[in-house]
């Protein structure tokens, strides 16, 4: 934890939008390139889940539930990977946490922030 800095939660209505970012502080040092960038969420009572990953060469997974939706980025000269929500519903309410696993396969994990959609 502390490793990453999330960005962008809130509370829209759904239909909506919502952007989450993702940094990589500059003290730290990794090859962020080299780092596998993935979004998680977890609702009250349920288990986190992966919601998208991406790798340092673009490739990208999301879960079945917000294909079409959903799109996981990366701007690697500025160490930061993004989530964009749209056609946002209210099953996707949760905390949203970032995580990065490095070229070691240590995974590192955000605090999370806080996304509620309203119906």
């Known amino acids: 934890q502390g490793q990453l800095v999330e960005s962008g939660g809130g509370l829209v209505q759904a239909g909506g939008s919502l952007r989450l970012s993702c940094a990589l502080p500059?003290?730290?040092?990794?090859?962020?390139?080299?780092?596998?960038m993935s979004w998680y969420r977890q609702a009250p009572g349920k288990q986190r889940e992966l919601v998208a990953s991406?790798?340092?060469?673009?490739?990208?997974n999301y879960t079945d539930s917000v294909k079409g939706r959903f799109t996981i980025s990366r701007d690697n000269s500025k160490k930061t990977a993004y989530l964009q929500m749209n056609s946002l519903k209210p099953d996707d309410t949760a905390v949203y946490y970032c995580?990065?696993?490095?070229?070691?396969?240590?995974?590192?994990w955000g605090r999370g922030t806080q996304v509620t959609v309203s119906s």
């Open positions: 500059r003290s730290i040092f990794s090859v962020f390139i080299t780092n596998i």
């Open positions: 991406i790798t340092g060469g673009h490739s990208t």
């Open positions: 995580a990065r696993v490095d070229a070691e396969g240590r995974i590192y």
